[in-house]
């Protein structure tokens, strides 16, 4: 039998239309964040936000910076995931329920500290950083939104500039993509057909 997991990838699709007379409970946001939060980041960082946008008022402003996109009001939620520029004084921080676990000494969590350091002295690098941790837990709440039975959207089409200003993001932070949640109306595309394997994977 085939595993959920592979079931959910293969039946998500990039919703724009929702239901927007059902809504989401407190609940089902935190159950939904506590799973994406498992994505990885590197150093175990965790340089990332989520701001669950899920009032009338809040969510009539976001749509204003979203280039007017209907779903971000029609979703029953709609996040702003937030990358954060990696802090590598942080790392120790971090680290250390894995050191007190016994997972890891806390000689090696600073050894990651100093790696970070060096890493992230490129601020292209920190950059990307803050990039990929924020689409890593985008692309897992996504997955979570699904199992629990929700559709999702994800969005680049927003003023950077004008949601920082509206929801006080930190000059750390990028608002790296906005990803609306709720329950599917009818209507939506189905995932669109991909390209074919052989010109996506390379064998070396
Ligand atoms: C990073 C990212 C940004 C996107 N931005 C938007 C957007 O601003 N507005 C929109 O309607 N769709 C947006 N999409 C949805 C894409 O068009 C959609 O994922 C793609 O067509 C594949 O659809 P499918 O997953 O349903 O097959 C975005 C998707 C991603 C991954």
Same mark, same amino acid.
């Given at each position: ?83 954060? @520029? #990696?802090?590598?004084?942080?790392? $120790?921080? *971090?680290? &250390? /329920? ?7 000494? %806390? ?66 932070? @990028? #608002?790296?993509?906005?990803?609306? $949640?709720? *329950?599917? &109306? /009818? ?7 991909? %390209? ?9």
């Amino acid at each position: 039998m085939q595993h959920e997991i592979l079931t959910l990838i293969e039946t998500r699709f990039s919703a724009n239309l929702f239901d927007a007379s059902q809504g989401v409970s407190d609940q089902e946001i935190e159950t939904m964040v506590s799973y994406a939060i498992r994505a990885p980041t590197a150093y175990n960082l965790q340089n990332w936000r989520f701001v669950a946008v899920r009032s009338p008022d809040a969510k009539v402003r976001l749509r204003a910076a979203a280039h007017d996109q209907p779903k971000v009001t029609d979703a029953a939620v709609a996040f702003i995931i937030i990358g954060i @520029l #990696p802090d590598p004084d942080a790392v $120790v921080t *971090r680290l &250390a /329920p894995a050191v007190d676990a016994a997972i890891m000494s %806390r000689d090696m969590a600073e050894r990651w500290r100093d790696g970070a350091r060096t890493l992230y002295a490129d601020p292209a690098i920190a950059r990307d950083e803050a990039v990929r941790s924020a689409t890593f837990g985008a692309a897992t709440l996504m997955f979570a939104a699904s199992a629990l039975g929700f559709a999702s959207g994800p969005m680049v089409g927003f003023d950077a500039a004008g949601v920082r200003r509206d929801f006080d993001l930190a000059d750390d932070e @990028l #608002p790296v993509m906005l990803l609306a $949640v709720g *329950r599917a &109306a /009818p209507g939506n595309w189905p995932q669109k057909p991909r %390209r074919l394997l052989g010109d996506v994977l390379e064998w070396v």
